[in-house]
């Protein structure tokens, strides 16, 4: 696959996030900060990382993401759409009724992988399907996106320590490390103390990257491949609400939907 | 069926599953087993033994079991991920909700050491609840084998079964009733014994009590119907509603809390379509330490306890 340079993907970076901005708008609800921390890793993925096919979602030969910190989805909804697994014209259908963009991704859209959205469950859920493609030889690779706020759920360290145990190579975890969860600040809600101690006593190869930063992601999921024997995790340093100025750095932003005068100073700013 | 009278064989459930997993997975390649660190007690290590590549231990840790379960069936596996009953319908119930249900998953739940018959380790590990939790859940199927050969058919017709299936098992040796040229079908109660007075219908081994408690009202005139509800859910309306216009009265029988579970589930029907007097035997509240044998007879789950049940339904029966 070619992969497009980096400043086309910053491009679409934008174009993603303004489509998000209008999806949750039109919804009147949803997880702005957190959907617009994500984009890069999310573009990361699909446009350069994971075997694909959108005219044929059920490709066995497909590499596959969990998307585990499902309220995160609007991102997702907007690059599988731009990537033609759905008509773009649907995402504007994001959380209404009947709708097959549920507010929490669900198996059935193509493109999607799982049902997730109770945090937690989605690391383990990618850990059944690497162990699966072990056993069939195949050599997908799975991606599971947490947030960070997620990791305070201990099934996460349950996964962790399986993944480990299993030494499952085919495995890696990305965590959109953007300090704030819906209370406030990680550490003053619950401090997980050094994130990256704690993935590597696990047995986890353990990468830190700017999470805004495509080349860096890139890298980073490169290198992810190459390791052997073990599960990799990016700590993807990134900011809550990334990109628009007032929604940046602030947990309040965490899970309602901008206005419309609210939209129209965002998409300005994303111009 | 095998008569209740006699000298009869006896073997727990969950050899009965532990049997059928054996045979399953010499017929099927696609059949996973998952465990948390109870494989010898779920009887999950003959399968282990026999396919080591297809069995995967998880710790204790059951809420990554059930998710990486949901995993293994979204790569066109069946997984049964085994462990007692109380940890995977309680404490990794959201994992089976949102995991496994949500998402209609061909994951086989298989919880074992359910009821107070598992005795001595006292409330903490006598499931009482699952079937109340378990039901309820809009994709789930759920299955109480009454013997060990009807585990053992549950455990092979549970991988023909499209979606999540839970198999509800016990610890102790129980005596086995029904034979492999019984019929056996998921969602099909069985009419084990013809009556026209009452109907008690009892699931796992309240299913033998209940064969017992027709046998002690035979003495009394009291003409009983009995039937085993192996299946919860989806449950075999035909059956109750049939049982209702022909006896008008009811007593159900689970080793079970009367709240939610079968007693629950037949009242829902019956209520709804052809309400007549129910009355219900199980667990009130919680379990303790003690014999199988002393814990039925001190939470009146023996078959005279049913057969009493019976009489109390038929006095509530209107002329």
Same mark, same amino acid.
């Given at each position: 696959?070619?992969?497009?340079?980096?400043? &086309?993907?910053?491009?679409?970076?934008?174009?993603?996030?303004?489509?998000?901005?209008?999806?949750?708008?039109?919804?009147?609800?949803?997880? $702005?900060?957190?959907?617009?921390?994500?984009?890069?890793?999310?573009?990361? *993925?699909?446009?350069?990382?994971?075997?694909?096919?959108?005219?044929?979602?059920?490709? =066995?030969?497909?590499?596959?993401?969990?998307?585990?910190?499902?309220?995160?989805?609007?991102?997702?909804?907007?690059?599988?759409? #731009?990537?033609?697994?759905?008509?773009?014209?649907?995402?504007?259908?994001?959380?209404?009724?009947?709708?097959?963009?549920?507010?929490?991704?669900?198996?059935?859209?193509?493109?999607? /992988?799982?049902?997730?959205?109770?945090?937690?469950?989605?690391?383990?859920?990618?850990?059944?399907?690497?162990?699966?493609?072990?056993?069939? %030889?195949? +050599?997908?690779?799975?991606?599971?996106?947490?947030?960070?706020?997620?990791?305070?759920?201990? =099934?996460?360290?349950?996964?962790?320590?399986?993944?480990?145990?299993?030494?499952?190579?085919?495995?890696?975890?990305?965590?959109?490390?953007?300090?704030?969860?819906?209370?406030?600040?990680? &550490?003053?809600?619950? +401090? @997980?103390?050094? *994130?990256?101690?704690?993935?590597?006593?696990?047995?986890?190869?353990?990468?830190?990257?700017?999470?805004?930063?495509?080349?860096?992601?890139?890298?980073?999921? +490169?290198?992810?491949?190459?390791?052997?024997? %073990?599960?990799?995790?990016?700590?993807?340093? $990134?900011?809550?609400?990334?990109?628009?100025?007032?929604?940046?750095?602030?947990?309040?932003?965490?899970?309602?939907?901008?206005?419309?005068?609210?939209?129209?100073?965002?998409?300005?700013? *994303?111009? | 069926?095998?008569?209740?009278?006699?000298?009869?064989?006896?073997?727990?459930t969950r050899n009965g599953f532990g049997k059928g997993l054996v /045979?399953l997975g010499?017929?099927?390649?696609?059949i996973v087993v998952l465990s948390a660190d109870l494989t010898d007690s779920v009887r999950a290590h003959w399968f282990k %033994?026999?396919?080591?590549?297809r069995f995967f231990s998880f710790?204790?840790?059951e =809420?990554?079991m059930i998710?990486a379960a949901?995993?293994?069936?979204?790569?066109?596996?069946i997984a049964y991920a085994a462990t007692f009953g109380v940890f995977a319908a309680?404490?990794a119930?959201?994992?089976v909700?949102?995991?496994?249900?949500?998402?209609?998953?061909?994951v086989k739940i298989v919880g074992t050491h359910a009821?107070?018959?598992?005795?001595? +380790?006292?409330?903490?590990?006598?499931a009482? #609840?699952e079937?109340?939790?378990?039901?309820?859940?809009?994709?789930?199927?759920?299955?109480?084998?009454?013997?060990?050969?009807?585990a053992?058919?549950a455990t092979?017709?549970a991988? #023909?079964?499209?979606?999540?299936v839970y198999i509800r098992l016990g610890r102790?040796?129980?005596?086995? *009733?029904? &034979? &492999?040229?019984?019929?056996? #079908?998921?969602?099909?109660?069985?009419?084990?014994?013809?009556?026209?007075?009452?109907?008690?219908?009892?699931?796992?081994? @309240?299913?033998?009590?209940?064969?017992?408690?027709?046998?002690?009202?035979?003495?009394?005139?009291?003409?009983?119907?009995?039937?085993?509800?192996?299946?919860?859910?989806?449950?075999?309306?035909?059956?109750?509603?049939?049982?209702?216009?022909?006896?008008?009265?009811?007593?159900?029988?689970?080793?079970?809390?009367?709240?939610?579970?079968?007693?629950?589930?037949?009242?829902?029907?019956?209520? =709804?379509?052809?309400?007549?007097?129910?009355?219900?035997?199980?667990?009130?509240?919680?379990?303790?330490?003690?014999?199988?044998?002393?814990?039925?007879?001190?939470?009146?789950?023996?078959?005279?306890?049913?057969?009493?049940?019976?009489?109390?339904?038929?006095?509530?029966?209107?002329?």
């Amino acid at each position: 696959m070619q992969r497009p340079s980096i400043d &086309e993907l910053n491009k679409k970076a934008k174009e993603i996030r303004r489509t998000v901005l209008k999806m949750l708008t039109e919804a009147s609800s949803g997880h $702005t900060g957190g959907s617009l921390s994500v984009v890069e890793i999310i573009i990361s *993925l699909y446009y350069c990382k994971m075997r694909h096919d959108p005219k044929n979602p059920g490709w =066995q030969g497909r590499d596959r993401l969990v998307l585990s910190k499902g309220h995160a989805c609007p991102t997702l909804y907007a690059v599988l759409a #731009e990537c033609g697994y759905f008509p773009k014209t649907e995402l504007m259908t994001l959380r209404k009724f009947g709708t097959r963009l549920q507010g929490h991704p669900q198996l059935g859209l193509p493109g999607i /992988e799982a049902s997730t959205g109770s945090l937690g469950q989605g690391l383990s859920i990618a850990i059944g399907m690497a162990l699966a493609a072990r056993l069939d %030889k195949k +050599d997908t690779r799975v991606y599971c996106v947490m947030g960070d706020g997620e990791l305070n759920e201990g =099934q996460i360290w349950e996964a962790a320590a399986s993944a480990a145990h299993y030494k499952l190579d085919n495995l890696c975890g990305i965590v959109d490390h953007n300090k704030l969860q819906i209370d406030g600040p990680c &550490e003053e809600v619950m +401090d @997980m103390g050094p *994130l990256k101690d704690k993935w590597a006593s696990f047995g986890w190869n353990v990468l830190e990257c700017d999470g805004h930063n495509i080349k860096e992601l890139m890298d980073s999921l +490169d290198s992810a491949e190459r390791k052997k024997a %073990k599960p990799t995790v990016i700590l993807a340093h $990134t900011v809550k609400g990334k990109g628009v100025s007032f929604v940046e750095h602030k947990a309040e932003w965490h899970g309602i939907a901008p206005k419309k005068e609210e939209l129209d100073r965002a998409l300005k700013e *994303l111009e | 069926m095998l008569s209740v009278k006699g000298e009869l064989k006896l073997d727990s459930t969950r050899n009965g599953f532990g049997k059928g997993l054996v /045979e399953l997975g010499k017929a099927n390649k696609n059949i996973v087993v998952l465990s948390a660190d109870l494989t010898d007690s779920v009887r999950a290590h003959w399968f282990k %033994k026999e396919f080591p590549d297809r069995f995967f231990s998880f710790g204790v840790a059951e =809420q990554n079991m059930i998710s990486a379960a949901a995993g293994f069936a979204l790569s066109g596996k069946i997984a049964y991920a085994a462990t007692f009953g109380v940890f995977a319908a309680g404490r990794a119930w959201d994992q089976v909700r949102v995991s496994v249900d949500y998402m209609n998953l061909n994951v086989k739940i298989v919880g074992t050491h359910a009821g107070i018959s598992v005795g001595e +380790d006292g409330y903490t590990h006598q499931a009482l #609840e699952e079937i109340t939790l378990m039901r309820v859940l809009p994709n789930m199927t759920m299955i109480v084998p009454s013997d060990f050969t009807e585990a053992k058919r549950a455990t092979l017709k549970a991988a #023909e079964w499209k979606g999540p299936v839970y198999i509800r098992l016990g610890r102790n040796a129980s005596p086995i *009733l029904t &034979e &492999e040229s019984d019929p056996f #079908e998921i969602g099909k109660g069985i009419l084990a014994r013809p009556g026209k007075d009452i109907t008690i219908v009892a699931c796992g081994q @309240m299913f033998f009590e209940a064969m017992k408690a027709a046998e002690i009202l035979a003495q009394k005139k009291i003409d009983a119907r009995v039937i085993n509800m192996h299946t919860i859910k989806p449950i075999d309306e035909a059956i109750l509603l049939k049982a209702a216009k022909e006896t008008g009265a009811f007593v159900t029988a689970e080793e079970h809390s009367m709240r939610g579970g079968l007693g629950g589930a037949v009242t829902e029907i019956l209520s =709804q379509n052809y309400p007549v007097p129910v009355k219900m035997v199980g667990m009130a509240g919680c379990g303790q330490s003690g014999s199988p044998q002393e814990l039925f007879k001190c939470f009146n789950l023996l078959a005279e306890d049913v057969a009493r049940a019976a009489e109390g339904a038929l006095a509530m029966k209107r002329p």
